[in-house]
């Protein structure tokens, strides 16, 4: 994610009000950032359950992972063969 001067502006004005703050109300504070990063993550990851066959392809993903049916990388993707659609 690429950091704009806005975002630099309102970093810097959070530590500074930060430093500011009490150990207590500090804590408050430490609790509501985490409380809004584990929202912001939760709406991700709905997002992407809410894709249809996304959890099974997830799981197929994994399944195969595990089993070392991996591609590098590096290997040449347009030789690869392709998937069957499934969404049909």
Do not use: C
Not at 29 to 47: C, G, H, K, S, W
Request: proline share 6%; aromatic share 4%; charged share 40%.
């Amino acid at each position: 994610m690429e950091i704009e001067q806005k975002d630099i502006t309102l970093i810097n004005e959070a530590q500074r009000r930060l430093d500011r703050l009490s150990p207590e109300r500090l804590r408050v504070a430490v609790d509501f950032l985490a409380y809004l990063q584990e929202r912001e993550e939760n709406e991700a990851t709905e997002e992407l359950l809410s894709i249809p066959g996304f959890e099974d392809e997830l799981r197929e993903a994994q399944q195969q992972a595990e089993a070392g049916e991996v591609v590098p990388f590096e290997s040449d993707l347009h030789n690869r063969p392709r998937r069957p659609d499934r969404s049909r």
